[in-house]
């Protein structure tokens, strides 16, 4: 899974630029598995909207989640808010593969108009549409993707914020884009802070876990919901292997401001 690979990347780096070997094993994660291909399909998705590959992920994240879950998008992954769940079986309940003959769109990837119109009909529904566009929308899911996953306990939160923030195709921030991309210029000083002032670390990942909580799912709400999300309730799953500190559930404690995303 593309997602854990990085991860994994990442906190190899942490190694390669100090951080004791022992350090790293405690950092490690072991999420259920349902939850892990969740994660991995919507950072696969949206990888266009963060910069990091072109438009035909999409098909292909569709694809092997498909796959994995034998088609049966009826199961909520572990700690997923179902109105997010909600919004992902939909788009992949409408999903077709690319056929000979289809043309194809956007960048000129291996991508055709319906999938297109899937992807954004997903980028809006996790990222909320503001008006600045499907890319901005992306970048908003995957900021509630990477903070959810922090908050859960799922990744450890230095190398989650590590991916959270960067994300060089992000728009610039403005009071309209949303504490998911206001909060980044927070969180990116929050990576420095940590990689420079090791004794300031327990401390930084207490700031990083307090950012990450004001964001993730639960702002999402599925076309057909009704009444308000309930978000998303963080608790160590039976048979969820090594997590991390317990979360809390989202917008508890929070002192995010929704405007100048400081926290």
Do not use: K
């Not at 690979?5 to 780096?13: A, D, I, K, N, Y």
């Not at 259920?32 to 399909?41: G, N």
């Not at 997923?80 to 992949?92: E, F, K, Q, Y």
């Not at 994300?167 to 990116?188: D, F, K, R, Y």
């Amino acid at each position: 899974m593309w997602l854990q690979e990085v991860e994994g990347r990442t906190l190899e780096q942490f190694v390669y630029d100090g951080v004791s070997l022992a350090a790293a094993d405690s950092m490690r994660r072991l999420p259920p598995f349902h939850r892990d291909l969740f994660d991995d399909f919507v950072f696969t998705a949206w990888a266009v909207a963060v910069g990091e590959s072109d438009w035909a992920r999409f098909p292909i994240a569709c694809m092997g989640y498909l796959s994995a879950v034998h088609g049966d998008l009826t199961v909520v992954p572990p700690l997923i808010s179902p109105d997010t769940a909600a919004v992902v079986a939909g788009v992949l309940s409408r999903f077709t593969r690319f056929r000979s003959g289809d043309t194809r769109v956007a960048d000129g990837s291996r991508i055709n108009e319906e999938q297109y119109r899937l992807a954004e009909d997903l980028f809006f529904g996790l990222g909320t549409d503001r008006g600045d566009g499907v890319s901005a929308a992306g970048a908003r899911a995957h900021s509630r993707m990477m903070s959810a996953r922090i908050a859960d306990g799922f990744v450890h939160p230095a190398v989650g914020a590590h991916l959270w923030s960067d994300v060089p195709a992000a728009p610039s921030a403005h009071p309209n884009s949303g504490s998911e991309i206001t909060v980044l210029e927070s969180v990116q000083t929050l990576v420095a802070t940590w990689r420079d002032f090791p004794a300031e670390r327990p401390g930084t990942e207490r700031d990083i876990l307090t950012a990450a909580r004001c964001v993730g799912w639960a702002g999402v709400v599925a076309p057909m919901a009704v009444g308000e999300s309930g978000g998303w309730y963080v608790r160590s799953p039976e048979g969820a292997g090594t997590v991390g500190a317990e979360g809390t559930r989202s917008g508890d404690h929070c002192s995010l401001d929704a405007d100048d995303g400081s926290v």
